[in-house]
């Protein structure tokens, strides 16, 4: 969606395990368009459960680009996970 001029993205973490995921980061970049990356920390998503994270980006009306990503966590058992994202062709 696009709020104030800048284009919001969302990205929905689900959980399917039977145990949690801690320390969840999800990190998306637009390398077309930007040489910003933005990353924000969610902390734990619960066995079951869900988590919704918005990241801005201010991009030129028209532009277009692919939009790509990853989401980064902690097993219970301490192993640190990534998950890549599919990309997403957008415009803005």
């Known amino acids: 969606k696009i709020r104030s001029g800048r284009v919001i993205f969302g990205v929905v973490i689900r959980n399917g395990s ?3 995921m801690n320390n969840v980061q999800v990190v998306l970049g637009v390398p077309d368009l930007t040489d910003t990356i933005k990353t924000e920390t969610i902390g734990s998503v619960e066995q079951g459960g869900m988590s919704v994270v ?6 030129q009306p028209g532009a277009e680009g692919e ?26």
Request: charge should be negative.
């Open 18 to 20: 039977k145990v949690p």
């Open 54 to 59: 918005e990241i801005e980006f201010e991009l």
């Open 67 to 92: 939009l790509v990503g990853m989401v980064e966590y902690d097993s219970i058992e301490g192993e640190h996970r990534v998950v890549n994202l599919k990309p997403v062709k957008i415009v803005a």
